[in-house]
């Protein structure tokens, strides 16, 4: 496992709600991965990489991606260590991009030489296309196979199929730990390789142009999804042992005539909650979710039937024509 020299990791228990609670929780010289429900950024000797709050998610950098510029161009890293060794790194979770930023920045003196490390920066640029994305990036699955992409993120993909619950602290270190030691061995060329096996399952297919699709707990499942061409998309990320369900929603494009409106969505899924007055869900017009712990209390026939007359409704007022309502 990987004994970081650079950075203390943290896991935060929950996260951070805003700028100011963040700098008052946190040490002088600490960066934040996806960690606070507000803009990415920096403020003194405290930086939130993000692309989820406040931004425009297409036009947005993912975290990987940030802190890769921050590293190579800003010399954050190098600047920040002559005053605190170790830095202070906060998390929330393991996700692809968490991890591969955390690596970023553990080993910034790969990305501070010269030349860089041309397998690193391939692998981040192909990340933040598929994170800005929502995952529904269009990519030939050989690809990311035969460049060990997928073997890369492999130990993350089996901790999302176990789901996030409270306490799982341990787990999420040694996730991101696992993924830095494999993007080492990756650099040193020792990688394997790790064929995607994922198998979602359409539950639903809308006349309007989306579909809801059970991933069955496995993040390459929406490869598969954007290699078949579905690009608005309803997903079951995971069943919680609790009953409840995790859900991600995604737009595949802005440039859709404004038809599958992320917003409107989750807006009206949260006030369909059990606890309406619980933030379950949230996100960005592009992608969003109901919360990573603690879950939706809605089965997913019951997000078909809220979405369904929304989505028409847009539909048909861009297509008013029904012959020329597109079903798949």
């Not at 040490?27 to 692309?51: N, Q």
């Not at 930023?101 to 397998?119: D, I, K, N, S, Y």
């Not at 078949?228 to 595949?252: A, D, E, H, M």
């Not at 960005?284 to 712990?293: I, P, Q, R, V, Y």
Request: contains cysteine.
């Amino acid at each position: 496992m990987s004994s970081f020299r650079n950075i203390q990791l943290h896991v935060a228990p929950k996260r951070f709600k805003s700028w100011d609670d963040f700098v008052s929780l946190t040490p002088e010289y600490s960066i934040g991965l996806e960690v606070i429900d507000d803009v990415p950024g920096h403020r003194g000797h405290w930086v939130h990489f993000d692309h989820h709050r406040g931004v425009v998610r297409e036009a947005t950098m993912s975290a990987a991606m940030q802190a890769y510029i921050a590293v190579r161009q800003g010399r954050l890293m190098e600047k920040w260590l002559k005053r605190q060794s170790p830095i202070h790194l906060w998390v929330w979770n393991a996700d692809q991009d968490v991890c591969l930023a955390t690596f970023v920045l553990e080993h910034h003196e790969l990305l501070e030489r010269a030349e860089g490390e041309p397998q690193l920066r391939w692998i981040v640029q192909y990340n933040n296309k598929i994170d800005v994305c929502g995952g529904l990036y269009p990519v030939k699955i050989e690809e990311l196979e035969r460049n060990h992409f997928t073997w890369v993120f492999e130990p993350y993909r089996e901790q999302r199929m176990r789901g996030k619950s409270a306490g799982d602290e341990k787990i999420i270190q040694e996730t991101i730990c696992a993924v830095c030691d494999r993007l080492l061995a990756l650099l040193e060329g020792r990688a394997g390789v790790a064929p995607v096996t994922a198998q979602p399952e359409i539950l639903y297919e809308s006349p309007y142009d989306f579909v809801i699709a059970d991933e069955k707990g496995d993040p390459n499942s929406r490869l598969v999804l954007a290699a078949k061409g579905y690009t608005n998309l309803i997903s079951l990320i995971c069943r919680r042992p609790n009953g409840r369900y995790t859900y991600s929603v995604i737009r595949g494009s802005p440039y859709d005539e404004d038809v599958f409106r992320v917003k409107k969505l989750i807006y009206a899924f949260q006030a369909a909650e059990d606890y309406p007055n619980e933030k379950i869900w949230g996100g960005s017009g592009l992608a969003a979710g109901s919360d990573s712990e603690l879950g939706s209390s809605l089965h997913w026939t019951q997000l078909r039937d809220i979405a369904e007359p929304i989505v028409r409704e847009a539909y048909l007022r861009h297509y008013p024509d029904p012959l020329k309502v597109a079903v798949r």
